[in-house]
């Protein structure tokens, strides 16, 4: 029998519907096959970039050449620009404004065949560093409201390159998207006045049917209202809702996490395309009525899609999502998974 479940966060309803259930075997696909000729992002082509923005490097490499860790550089086909100011105006019921913004990627190694769950946690933490200090540049500019970090593993999940990267978007406004999931956290906190991801944490560690992996500070599990086949959430077990706040020493626990969590994912589903998001808080200046309980009430989080079924047009038209494995399922057979 099917089952509808509501996402306790957004309300938005999911169905679970095992009469379609699959194995995951039955949702292997063709991985992409990583081609270092003529890429840009490998170590050596530097030139191919525009300049970095930031990078971790020997101390004897110089900018702009060999000897990197983790590069940042300007997009090259940026969907938001820099440069100008907001030029906002309206014409009737339309609004405008200039596609101010920000869009960089994270260079995650100069290992071309190096995905971001063969790295060590060293290594991998200073890809997670990376993202900290970029956040907190960015967020120094009062242009920007939003500033979101994505992962797009294969074509399907539309990544242009295979050399393993991240991206960042600064936006001017907060995300549609993003809203809802502040909104539907404020709204749980004026309530019971507690986290609702810390709420959810809590059970998840308790009745562990859906966990995943834990370690001393995070977890990662698929969550009650999965819209996708083995999608996973990882959260960290300490009240934080902005990702920047994360201290230095604790970068390797979360590149533990990942490594982990995404390890198995790839050796349970045959090394699937997926999208990896990242969750923080807004940028935030002092402005009345704005997010007033943000601190107490907001958690951030990553969540991972991997890009198994297609969304069709029932989906599109009415915002459900029909999801062939339960999640308690899903989490089931990771658990299983040796690496």
């Known amino acids: 029998m099917p089952e509808l479940r509501k996402d306790p966060i957004l309300g938005r309803w999911v169905i679970i519907s095992e009469d379609r259930a699959q194995r995951p075997r039955e949702f292997y696909t063709t991985p992409d096959k990583p081609d270092p000729k003529g890429c840009p992002f490998?170590?050596?082509?530097?030139?191919?970039?525009?300049?970095?923005i930031f990078a971790f490097r020997g101390r004897e490499s110089r900018p702009n050449a060999e000897g990197w860790d983790v590069r940042v550089v300007p997009?090259?086909?940026?969907?938001?620009r820099v440069e100008g100011d907001m030029g906002k105006s309206g014409r009737g019921v339309y609004d405008r404004m200039n596609g101010i913004g920000a869009h960089e990627v994270i260079i995650e190694t100069p290992d071309h065949f190096r995905r971001m769950e063969m790295q060590d946690p060293d290594s991998l933490g200073k890809v997670f560093e990376t993202y900290k200090l970029r956040l907190e540049d960015l967020a120094r500019d009062r242009r920007f409201k939003y500033i979101l970090i994505f992962r797009n593993e294969g074509r399907m999940a539309g990544a242009g390159l295979t050399h393993?990267?991240?991206?960042?978007?600064?936006?001017?406004?907060?995300?549609?998207?993003?809203?809802?999931?502040?909104?539907?956290?404020m709204e749980y906190f004026n309530y019971k006045d507690r986290c609702i991801f810390c709420d959810i944490v809590a059970q998840e560690i308790d009745e562990?049917?859906?966990?995943?992996?834990?370690?001393?500070?995070?977890?990662?599990?698929?969550?009650?209202?999965?819209?996708f086949p083995f999608?996973?959430?990882?959260?960290?077990?300490?009240?934080?809702?902005?990702?920047?706040?994360?201290r230095h020493e604790?970068?390797?626990?979360?590149?533990?996490?990942?490594?982990?969590?995404?390890g198995k994912l790839t050796k349970a589903l045959h090394n699937p395309q997926y999208n990896f998001i990242l969750h923080t808080g807004p940028v935030r200046w002092p402005r009345k009525g704005y997010w007033t309980t943000i601190e107490s009430d907001f958690h951030w989080h990553i969540e991972i899609m991997p890009r198994l079924t297609q969304i069709a047009g029932f989906e599109w038209g009415t915002g459900f999502y029909i999801n062939p494995t339960p999640p308690e399922e899903a989490a089931r057979y990771l658990q299983e998974v040796e690496l």
């Open 42 to 52: 490998c170590e050596g082509k530097e030139r191919l970039t525009p300049p970095e």
């Open 75 to 80: 997009n090259k086909f940026p969907a938001l």
């Open 164 to 185: 393993p990267h991240s991206q960042l978007i600064a936006t001017p406004v907060t995300p549609k998207r993003v809203k809802e999931e502040l909104t539907g956290a």
């Open 208 to 227: 562990r049917e859906r966990l995943v992996h834990e370690n001393e500070l995070f977890v990662s599990f698929c969550p009650y209202a999965s819209r």
């Open 231 to 246: 999608e996973i959430w990882v959260l960290p077990k300490r009240h934080h809702v902005d990702y920047h706040s994360l």
């Open 250 to 262: 604790e970068m390797p626990l979360l590149a533990d996490m990942m490594i982990v969590t995404l």
